[in-house]
């Protein structure tokens, strides 16, 4: 097959006069997350077609791992939810149908989904799902026969209106057999962006998800609607989220530091020393400085074994590191239910410790000093010390005592 037969990667262009590049979406969910940011458009520098395509392929996988992994990081934040509430479960609903809505915005306004949408058209009817989608037998308008302003051709846009009929149909069936596990990602997806992660096999669970199901079948409806003419506005995620009976009166959950709890423990009533404040301070610092400061609602049992890992790459003593860590557990524990605050459900860090091994780290006396002791006038004249904490007759006998113990013979 020759090069220009080919498919071209998504999203891969070369402007006039100018290297090729590549244009990356970024998904509507992390784009608050890049400043708004909406694409990314990298230059792929002076290279021939079929290396630009193989770096377009490298480089869209790269930015996916990368948007996966700050969805992981995100995902850490959410607050386990066993049991959600009926206006809870409206508001996760709600952001269901708005998150379908958005998607059929970027299926008809994506540049790549356009190009994707214009291959699928240029197919015989025959060849799509065995003939299930009513295509035409025209061939695609070429991009350049259609205006920029103009969006979608008819044959593109026959293409897409088929799609979503096909998916709506199935969508009813998955509501009519209340199939909840097909929209359970999409609201998942939701609560979390709302800091929730829920318990979703619960009875509450499961009456959420079943309303969830409405909206998506109705998000689904809108977009056959969509195709026939109507103007169905896609609401914000902020409308989304306040069209519910709680009003848009719903807040993301609190995100305390671990410098929060170590405030309320300063004036508490241990009445801790200065000496005591001290050393918590340290520990908590560098807690901030391996964390960079994250909320304690983010930690795992994963961090609290790195995080002792690196305080013994640190410290000079296992003591030390032993310590800190003992700090910062001692503050996590105070923030649970039974610590007192109730910020975490459990310590996410009390399995872990430093183990100090036992060295001997005392050197032998050396000759000269073993004369200089024994010189002087406590065991030359009997001079005892006249402190009580010397320990009187004893501070004479127990250096004798040690030294016959070492000059006495072993075998």
């Not at 998000?219 to 109507?230: L, N, P, S």
């Amino acid at each position: 097959m020759k090069n220009n037969e080919v498919a071209k990667p998504i999203g891969l262009s070369r402007p006039q006069g100018r290297s090729p590049q590549v244009r990356i979406c970024i998904p509507q969910d992390l784009q608050p997350h890049y400043g708004g940011r909406k694409d990314f458009r990298i230059s792929l520098g002076k290279v021939s077609a079929s290396e630009a395509k193989v770096e377009s392929h490298r480089i869209r996988a790269e930015k996916e791992q990368e948007f996966e992994a700050k969805r992981r990081e995100l995902l850490l934040a959410a607050q386990p939810l066993q049991d959600i509430t009926p206006e809870l479960a409206q508001v996760v609903a709600q952001g269901v149908y708005a998150e379908g809505l958005r998607g059929d915005d970027g299926a008809r306004e994506a540049p790549e989904v356009r190009e994707a949408l214009q291959e699928l058209a240029s197919l015989s009817a025959d060849s799509l799902a065995g003939g299930m989608l009513s295509i035409g037998g025209k061939k695609p308008l070429h991009a350049a026969q259609v205006p920029a302003v103009d969006g979608m051709s008819d044959e593109v846009a026959a293409v897409l209106a088929d799609l979503n009929a096909l998916k709506e149909g199935h969508v009813a069936l998955d509501l009519a057999r209340r199939r909840l596990s097909v929209v359970q990602p999409v609201a998942d997806r939701v609560a979390r962006r709302l800091g929730l992660a829920v318990d979703w096999p619960t009875e509450a669970g499961r009456a959420a998800l079943r309303l969830s199901l409405e909206q998506y079948r109705r998000a689904w409806k809108d977009r056959v609607a969509r195709d026939q003419g109507d103007a169905i506005p896609t609401p914000s995620p902020a409308q989304a989220f306040a069209s519910g009976p709680s009003g848009g009166l719903l807040k993301p959950p609190a995100q305390h530091r671990l410098r929060d709890v170590f405030d309320k423990w300063k004036t508490s009533g241990d009445n801790p020393t200065a000496a005591t404040i001290r050393k918590k301070e340290v520990a908590v610092r560098f807690y901030e400085q391996f964390t960079e400061d994250k909320p304690i609602e983010a930690l795992t049992p994963e961090m609290g074994d790195e995080f002792a890992g690196w305080l013994l790459k640190r410290c000079k003593a296992e003591k030390t590191a032993k310590d800190h860590l003992d700090a910062v557990k001692s503050l996590l524990n105070r923030a649970t239910k039974q610590g007192g605050l109730g910020w975490l459900p459990e310590n996410p860090w009390l399995a872990w410790r430093v183990k100090v091994r036992k060295v001997n780290a005392r050197k032998p006396w050396r000759a000269e000093d073993l004369v200089k002791l024994f010189g002087s006038t406590l065991f030359t004249s009997y001079e005892l010390p006249s402190l009580p904490s010397a320990g009187g007759a004893a501070a004479y006998w127990v250096p004798l005592l040690g030294l016959c113990l070492t000059a006495w013979p072993t075998t």
